[in-house]
């Protein structure tokens, strides 16, 4: 058995309005995508969200369970029975897609779930007030089913490198502000700081992941067809491939504006590719932490 | 093949469902169980009757007849959210008997994510420092978000990927440095109507649990299930203070309960016909810590709905108060200490939180009680 990508799917968030940006930008994603493989909300049986930076940056509930009702996927029980959708979120930085794709894959193995779905998006909540947020406002989201075969995804391998965790940092702390007055003090405030250094240890980490796969999986890398790789900055696909092996042209690019999307990245680079029936296809991602993640994907 | 909700005799279930007498063809090969639960519960105190007398205007709220809260547990200094859940962890290994090396996977829980004091950590995800810390090299690590059906959502994911072979142990953990919320609540409620009454209840803890391969033939899990019921996923929502340090919470807290119960009653149901049990088959049965009244109503509800009620129900927010995701596991962690379980016990876990998230998972204690010094 295997896990296949029925459908992906990406959407811009609209520029700020009185409409919430992550919210609009992955509910307009997850439709999208469920349209894109004639499905529909109620047939979802597993929904992960893997954004980070929410509006309001909410903590509860779990942001996919907004996205649930939004799309209308089972949002009660009948009483005639049916099935529920069954969501909550994964926060592993931008290697949160593979991981939510890996626990959809055991989902899918088990019986547990015949249909999931993996979302993410993020975008500025507080702009203006924010420091260091740069990521474009994007949506993205993968339909996952099981067939029969050994197609889809085959290996996964994850990796982390505490080592390098100042590297790359997002958090909410107190910020004095005397100007505002007595009765406001200080507020709030998103940082995300992203050191010089990270692109470069964001290589190595993905390269020696990357490898580590392919050895595990006895896969010569001049096989891949494909290379999916993102990890928040741009031109770390690019930089990757060289690094591999991989000729530039079959690398997933991003379109101009989206190179350093975080989360919902690999959509994003699926959207601009097909995957061919008989393709390799090796998905690394990076993020925080330094956390890696490797996946083969075979069409 | 079967699937999506559908077990091998043709019949539909609305929940997410692992295991049971009639379990998916696809299911798995293995059963998972309980190998060691560890907490980490804060020195300091908080009685409501000190909280109460901190809010900014008269209230006139008797919160603890409400609430049946008598007192929480709050963090000292150099205590968060990390912290919590690291003391925790280090518990459970000691109860499993185990070391980080040996965790296939490592699952946190947490909805706060406070370390060094109130500084929310998004990125890089918590589980990253606490595998370090452990020496838990090998296992896969990531951070979930469930409000406060965080670990028992923990515990769904990772029975099923023992269930499979995936993994052979893991650890799902949250530290919730959550006592912060009613601190905010207390500067400005005013009435008993108030949309964030229910932070008040809120105390601090840190819990773990540990699963593994039960040994063939062995008790363990018998049934875990989830669902989510989201036309109810703006009843509650909590995020960043406007005017203070940490977070504030907001809920419609009478709606939640009510339909908590009432959408509960067929899912429990769903849950133990799964099982091939009667609610009066469980020995044990923990909900979610919110208040004594709710638990009170929601039982009296279920057993009326249900045709039975369970031998025992667990309340611990007396003393703990609604320690977020960690409740299941503080109150069978004390029961375990406390040496009230029998080996032959069947325990029923059931999550009902902000979402609508409803999760339950039925176990046999079996081997737990040896693991705390007891051998009844």
Redesign the interface.
Known sequence: ?GTIIEATATAVAQERSMAPGALEAVDAAARSCLDRARRTAG?L???INVG??HD???????????I??DIG?????PPD?????????????A??LL?GIQ?VD??????????GMVVASDMDPEPGVSQGFDFPAVGGAVLLS?V?SRAGFTAFR?A?F?EF?EL???????HDDAGRGLA?PG??V?T?EIAESYSARALECAESTARELAAAQALDLAEVDLLVATASVEGFADALARRLGVPGEQVASPPDGLADAHTAAPAVALESVGLPAGSTTLFVSV?????AAAALYRA | MEGNGRSVNGSRHWMALEGGVDGSDRGGSYTSRFAGIGVSIPERRLSTAELMASTAHQTHIDLERLTGVRERRVVGEGEDSYTLAVDAARDALAHADCAGEDLDVLIVASITHYVGGLRMQLEPPLSVSLKEALGAQRAMSFDISNACAGMMTGVFILNDLIRQGRARRGMVVSGEYISQLGRNAAREIRTIESDQLASLTLGDAGAAAILERAPEGAPGIEVAGFTTLAEHSRLCLAFPAKEGLGASMYSDARTLQEVGIEDTVPLLREALDQAGLAFDEIDYFIPHQTSARAIQKGVKEFSESLGGAPKHVVVTVDEFGNTSSTTHFVALWKYLSEGRFAKEDRVMLLSIASGLEVGAVIFKVDQLVERYGHDH
Not at chain 1, 84 to 91: A, P, Q, Y
Not at chain 1, 106 to 115: F, V
Not at chain 1, 287 to 291: E, R
Request: aromatic content about 10%.
């Open positions: 058995m047939e049986d597993l929904l980070v930076y309001k940056i909410l903590s509860e509930p779990a942001f996919a369970s907004l649930q009702e996927a089972n949002l009660s029980q029975a049916g099935h529920g959708t069954f969501s909550f979120d994964v926060s592993n930085g290697c949160g991981t626990l055991g989902m899918l193995a088990s019986g547990t779930a015949d249909l099981a029969d994850f982390t505490p965790a790359f940092e997002g958090y909410v702390d107190w406001h507020r709030n998103l995300v993020g925080a932490g330094i956390t």
